[in-house]
């Protein structure tokens, strides 16, 4: 069984709302502006590298249904069979 993580979500996000009101208190307009997007940036940028990965990772038996890929492992290894 999976240990379950507690998350404290409200405390977590004043934190971070606390440190980016830091970094920003003696911003102008137009860098803070520059700073959300630079960070929007750089977050669909670390998806988009998580997704290739995945993609990278899965790209062998992506194809196939469980079914088939069962199948596939059946052939290559007879012992699986239940």
Known sequence: MEE????????LVRKIRDRQAELLADKSRPEIIAFFTQ???????????????MTDVNAAG?????????????KEDPEIRE
Do not use: F, N
């Open 4 to 11: 379950k993580t507690e998350i404290q979500a409200v405390e």
């Open 39 to 53: 960070a929007g940036e750089a977050a669909w940028e670390e998806a988009r590298r998580r997704r290739e990965a």
């Open 62 to 74: 992506s194809h196939m249904s469980r079914e088939e890929k069962r199948i596939q492992d059946e």
